[in-house]
């Protein structure tokens, strides 16, 4: 593989090289790209290829899962303090509005 770079990353490579902190300029590209594989593709390893069509895993949590993570960190006698008509009523208790007359 040939990889060709801007002269200015070229230059930054080669210095790199000769200051002592990599032992070649292959060595600093590989690890450039490992941290950035790392970064952008977690839980695939290295080197292992996506399968045709096949997407990049997705970190994030579907919302349901994040929602249910902060529920259980709330202690019960919270959740027991809620008026009941919370959700009914959560323009007066947000807002300040009036309670408006229920069915």
Request: proline content about 10%.
């Amino acid at each position: 593989m040939t990889i060709t770079l801007p002269k200015d990353l070229e230059g930054s490579v080669r210095a790199e090289v000769l200051s002592g902190r990599f032992a070649s300029e292959s060595d600093l590209v590989a690890e450039a790209v490992r941290a950035y594989l790392g970064e952008h593709r977690p839980g695939v390893a290295v080197g292992e290829p996506l399968e045709a069509g096949e997407r990049e895993p997705d970190s994030s949590k579907p919302i349901w899962e994040v929602v249910e993570e902060e529920n259980r960190s709330i202690p019960p006698e919270v959740w027991n303090d809620l008026p009941a008509d919370l959700s009914a009523q959560h323009d007066h208790y947000i807002y300040g509005a009036p309670k408006r007359a229920l069915p």
